[in-house]
């Protein structure tokens, strides 16, 4: 008859392994990305507000 002790490492490792799946499900289900929302700089009402001035060439 098989004992609580000798089934431990293969319950500890069965463990590990739903822990990964559910991991890598809840990062697959997630419907945030960043690289939508990053801002690349300055728009036209910035630059409205903020005229560039023509640097005085030598």
């Known amino acids: 008859m ?3 002790q000798s ?3 293969l319950r500890r490792g069965l463990n590990a ?3 990964g799946w559910q ?3 809840e990062r697959m ?3 945030y990305r960043p690289e939508l929302h ?3 700089g300055p728009g036209p ?3 409205a507000k903020h005229p560039v001035h ?3 060439g030598g």
């Open 45 to 47: 009402k910035w630059r």
């Open 7 to 9: 089934l431990l490492p």
């Open 2 to 4: 098989l004992s609580l």
């Open 38 to 40: 990053y801002m690349r």
């Open 17 to 19: 392994i739903t822990t």
């Open 54 to 56: 023509a640097a005085s």
């Open 23 to 25: 991991n890598l499900i």
């Open 29 to 31: 289900r997630d419907r």
